[in-house]
């Protein structure tokens, strides 16, 4: 099938980070994954939640979409009075997926939030603000080991995530909103650099799909992890 924008079956979206967009964050970054655009900004607190043991750290993540981020605005959480169950949902995905990440006994006894604030949404926001989320949580770990609070960087190794999916019988990588909206099949991908996969998540939205089926979007996802742990690594330059 012809894509909108032109692109083979398993390219990415032109992606730019850019790093310390946000000038009073210990670490942050703007993603652009074609018109997906996510603010992602990582906080260190000295203080860790009840549950955490003792002498250990605690990475967690938030995210929301500012009203006018899709075609129709949208109520923000607070009027709601409640974190709607979406945001909820990829805010737990972000938080899961940047821990894997940490090594939490060299973090300390400190807490990193990373706020991923969707300023324009065009599919695949949740992803993005893993792979966004991960470089502003790398430029915070990079800052208390310049500032001299860690003798060396907690991160254990890089996370990336991507979207991929079935639109019209055929398996496409990073899938924009007119592909998303009418998908077949839905998945979305997040994995270290060594391509073990942290979080799987496909559900069948128009049908089920095969074992087969899975590999296929799986094997596209693992492509675009590695295109986009360049990147990664390109917007830290000797961060890590």
Not at 101 to 121: F, N, P, S, Y
Not at 189 to 196: A, D, I, L, W
Request: charged share 25%; with cysteine; aromatic share 4%.
């Amino acid at each position: 099938m012809n894509r909108a924008d032109g692109r083979a079956f398993d390219a990415l979206r032109p992606v730019k980070i850019t790093t310390g967009f946000i000038k009073f964050a210990e670490g942050s970054c703007l993603i652009e994954c074609g018109d997906t655009k996510v603010l992602c900004c990582a906080s260190v607190e000295d203080k860790t939640p009840p549950h955490v043991p003792c002498g250990e750290g605690w990475v967690t993540a938030e995210y929301s979409m500012l009203p006018r981020a899709n075609r129709e605005r949208s109520k923000r959480d607070v009027a709601k009075l409640k974190l709607s169950p979406r945001s909820a949902e990829i805010q737990r995905l972000v938080g899961r997926s940047l821990r894997a990440a940490v090594d939490m006994k060299k973090l300390g006894e400190r807490t990193i939030t990373i706020d991923c604030d969707v300023l324009q949404g065009d599919g695949g926001t949740r992803t993005a603000s893993v792979t966004g989320g991960f470089v502003a949580l790398a430029l915070a770990c990079g800052k208390l080991v310049e500032e001299g609070v860690l003798g060396s960087s907690p991160i254990r190794h890089f996370v990336t995530g991507v979207s991929a999916g079935i639109v019209e019988d055929t398996a496409l990588l990073d899938l924009q909103y007119s592909e998303d909206s009418r998908a077949q099949v839905d998945l979305n991908c997040v994995m270290n650099e060594s391509g073990e996969l942290i979080e799987l998540q496909g559900t069948g939205e128009g049908r089920a799909f095969t074992p087969a089926e899975q590999q296929e979007l799986v094997r596209l996802c693992a492509k675009g992890c590695r295109e986009l742990l360049a990147i990664q690594k390109e917007a830290l330059g000797g961060a890590l």
